[in-house]
């Protein structure tokens, strides 16, 4: 058995040997990163999954490699509009799957390129970057990132004004299915309201709620709990546990923070505030709606990013 073990998982490994990696996390929300300046080092679904494995690899919600935008194809899509995205934020999960989007990670691949002298980004500079999201604009302040992320929408089509909920929710420690709203920020997210923090510490997230109907690219399913009252000095407040499609229960989601910021604002109506401040099991991060430049309502995330280690894959 132990032979079968170390022939099916030892390979995925090993090609990565001499490789420089980083480990990093914003907000609790890990990853393993990885430099690829000459673009000569994609990383697959099974290296991905052993490099984030927390028993046999360096271990992390997900793994990011910084790589030329020019090297990839999605990458030289973006170029063509936006010449200005150099780098690309290749984004795997845990289980190895491609997501599009990842706002914490995002944050802590510009402190990445920092650290590793990739950009040169004073304080209060902005870098503009390529993800499978499109491109992202990042402003740093300090270690701190705020990312504007973009439009969001609602992923089921409706009456967006009418409707409150367009999905139900089932999840380990809900004594009901409950009422849930699906919204996009590149990546999938499906939010789920409940009263008390009791409830929220109550859930039982080892294995992934059941979403009805579920997007059709699977989802990150988000519990929150508006605070009462949901505004102090004209913040809108929100403790959020998340499980993260490809993953698990992290201890943060970026995306996750703004589809919650999006889907209580919407139930909370006019009088809610354009500035939220989502409390995570891995800290606090920032999110605030603004009219883009093509006059949609985008989304900014703001937090912090921070790298741990670093080293050399043996
Ligand atoms: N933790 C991330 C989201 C990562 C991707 C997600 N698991 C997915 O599959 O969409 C964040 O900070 O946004």
Not at 36 to 61: F, K, M
Not at 98 to 114: A, D, I, P, T
Not at 282 to 306: I, N, Q, R, Y
Request: charged share 20%.
């Amino acid at each position: 058995m132990d032979a079968t073990l170390s022939e099916t998982r030892q390979p995925a490994f090993r090609t990565l040997g001499g490789l420089r990696f980083s480990k990093g996390h914003g907000t609790g929300n890990d990853f393993v990163l990885i430099a690829d300046p000459e673009g000569v080092h994609a990383v697959d679904a099974g290296q991905a999954a052993a490099l984030c494995d927390r028993h046999r690899g360096i271990g992390g919600d997900g793994l990011i490699r910084a790589v030329p935008s020019r090297f990839l194809p999605e990458g030289r899509e973006l170029l063509a509009d936006a010449p200005e995205a150099e780098w690309f934020m290749d984004y795997r999960n845990a289980d190895g799957s491609l997501s599009e989007m990842c706002g914490n990670g995002v944050r802590v691949f510009v402190h990445f390129l920092r650290l590793e002298g990739l950009i040169d980004l004073p304080d209060g500079g902005a870098l503009t970057i390529g993800t499978r999201g499109g491109v992202k604009t990042v402003v740093r302040t300090g270690d701190n990132y705020a990312v504007d992320m973009g439009p969001w929408k609602f992923i089921f089509p409706g009456d967006a004004t009418a409707k409150a909920m367009d999905s139900l929710v089932s999840a380990d420690g809900l004594e009901v299915p409950r009422p849930a709203l699906s919204v996009s920020m590149g990546n999938p997210h499906t939010v789920v309201a409940l009263a008390e923090l009791s409830q929220l510490e109550g859930m039982r997230l080892f294995t992934a709620p059941h979403v009805d109907p579920v997007p059709p690219h699977g989802t990150n399913v988000e519990f929150v709990v508006p605070a009462e009252p949901l505004v102090h000095d004209g913040i809108g407040m929100v403790t959020m546990r998340v499980h993260e499609r490809g993953v698990g229960e992290t201890q943060s989601c970026g995306t996750g923070a703004c589809a919650a910021a999006v889907a209580i604002r919407h139930w909370a109506g006019a009088e809610a505030p354009d500035a939220w401040q989502i409390n995570v099991p891995g800290g606090v991060v920032g999110v605030k709606f603004f009219a883009g430049a093509g006059g949609d309502e985008h989304v900014e995330l703001s937090g912090p990013a921070v790298i741990v280690a670093s080293g050399t894959l043996s």
